[in-house]
């Protein structure tokens, strides 16, 4: 089975201070996405990345940045945590690009700004 | 983003089948028709996908119209873990997975 894990289920940080989310898939996938989750709104792609080194922005990359070093991790970074940035952060990953290919989630990181 | 349209809640008992509807009457030609479920607190979990042609896997089965503009995603014996958010998406030319709201399913004992 795929196995998508992240580095914390619940996260609580200051407005202003530098948040990691990482993001781990054991499964060689080429492709690897981070979205957030937010209720009435539902998922929201915030960068996806098809190969090392390699990003994409999705629809509100705005506050974040992403790092691909290696191909089975996948970091989102909050260059400065802000309180709209609370959220659900769930990460993604995928065997190729194309339509045709399913994502497999990891289980989220419920992240709280105060 | 082709829509897709889907009830908002279905219940169900258990070890009863279960047939979850979804209507994408502006499907594309090209698009995938895919399936995902969220169980409360976790992240979705991929459950099937098509094209044209019905599909089977181990967790449910996918029969899609021959015209395409609707599809019914299929579990044969309902369980209590079943329960859970069954979102219904179509995937055409772009990396991206647009979940709307979905189906809420209520599985009772």
């Known amino acids: 089975d795929v196995k998508v894990t992240q580095s914390s289920r619940y996260l609580v940080k200051r407005t202003g201070e530098k948040v990691f989310l990482e993001c781990v898939q054991d499964m060689d996938h080429e492709n690897m996405f981070w979205y957030r989750q937010d209720p009435g709104l539902g998922l929201r792609l915030i960068y996806f990345?098809?190969?090392?080194?390699?990003?994409e922005k999705g629809d509100i990359p705005e506050g974040y940045s992403v790092s691909r070093e290696k191909k089975e991790r996948f970091s989102l970074i909050l260059e400065s945590a802000s309180t709209n940035q609370t959220s659900m952060y769930l990460c993604?990953?995928?065997?190729?690009?194309?339509?045709?290919?399913?994502?497999?989630f990891g289980p989220g990181t419920r992240l709280t700004v105060t | 983003d082709a829509k897709t349209t889907q009830p908002n809640s279905m219940e169900s008992n258990e070890e009863e089948p279960v047939h979850l509807p979804c209507n994408h009457s502006?499907?594309?030609?090209?698009?995938?028709i895919h399936w995902y479920r969220q169980l409360p607190s976790q992240g979705p979990e991929y459950v099937i996908h098509g094209l044209t042609s019905n599909v089977n896997n181990r967790m449910a089965s996918l029969a899609i119209a021959e015209d395409r503009k609707s599809s019914t995603l299929i579990l044969h014996r309902a369980t209590l873990r079943d329960a859970a958010v069954y979102y219904c998406?179509?995937?055409?030319?772009?990396?991206?997975?647009?979940f709307g709201k979905g189906t809420k399913l209520t599985v009772n004992p």
């Open positions: 502006t499907i594309s030609g090209t698009d995938y």
């Open positions: 998406i179509l995937k055409g030319g772009s990396e991206k997975l647009v």
């Open positions: 990345s098809y190969d090392v080194k390699m990003k």
């Open positions: 993604a990953s995928s065997p190729m690009a194309g339509d045709y290919y399913e994502q497999y």
